[in-house]
């Protein structure tokens, strides 16, 4: 079946005769987002590529193609430029603007910065990595300390609640009292 290249006013057509002169054909990619990049250069009005759609090598840079194999691959990303557009298909040179405002306005913005001072962090809150491997060996150790102070002082709480539950309970004549009793006779 014979292909056609999809470029703008290409009359390119793979034959035998374009493969002698060196001419290669590629079909779009199937990245969805490269293939619009490929549609986007063609400029053909309301072009959708189908999965047999090519474009012929003349349209792609030199350095678009790996030659390092057998075949002639297109790199990866590779998008075609090289187009041969009527005027009114070309892209218009961006003018300089002219008015002494406007020149202003397109006129990078110089911002005078200071030299910050080099801080360090606070390394008061916890989610500071100190720097040291030291410091940071001192910092899990005083964590775990923690740890178990607040166990050591849980575990006196439960104690203290079971002595204060075993006087009521000797003071009121009564059986055993839980916590549990104590919360809902409050």
């Known amino acids: 079946m014979p292909q056609n290249c999809a470029a703008f006013q290409c009359m390119t057509r793979r034959s ?12 779009f990619p199937g990245d969805p987002v490269l293939k619009k990049k490929w549609e986007l250069a063609v400029r053909r009005d309301s072009f959708i590529a189908s999965p047999s ?13 790996d030659r390092t194999g057998q075949t002639v691959r297109l790199r990866d990303g590779a998008v075609p430029s090289v ?10 040179p961006v003018t300089p603007r002219k008015t002494v405002t ?5 006129a990078p913005v110089k911002v005078k910065t200071e030299p910050q001072p080099q801080s360090l962090p606070c390394e008061e809150h916890l989610y500071v ?8 060996k001192d910092k ?9 102070d607040l166990e050591r002082q849980l575990r006196n709480a439960k104690d203290r609640e079971r002595r204060y539950i075993a006087k009521l309970t000797s ?3 009564e059986g055993p009292v839980t916590a549990k009793h104590l919360r809902m006779s409050l």
Do not use: N, W
């Open 16 to 27: 035998i005769q374009t493969r002698e002169k060196g001419i290669t054909f590629h079909k």
């Open 53 to 65: 759609t090519v474009l012929c090598s003349q349209h792609f840079t030199e350095d678009d193609f």
């Open 83 to 92: 187009f041969k557009f009527p005027a009114h298909l070309q892209k218009r």
């Open 102 to 106: 406007s020149q202003k306005a397109a």
């Open 129 to 136: 990595v100190p720097c040291s491997l030291d410091k940071l």
């Open 140 to 148: 899990l150790s005083q964590a775990y300390k923690r740890i178990e």
């Open 171 to 173: 003071l009121m004549g």
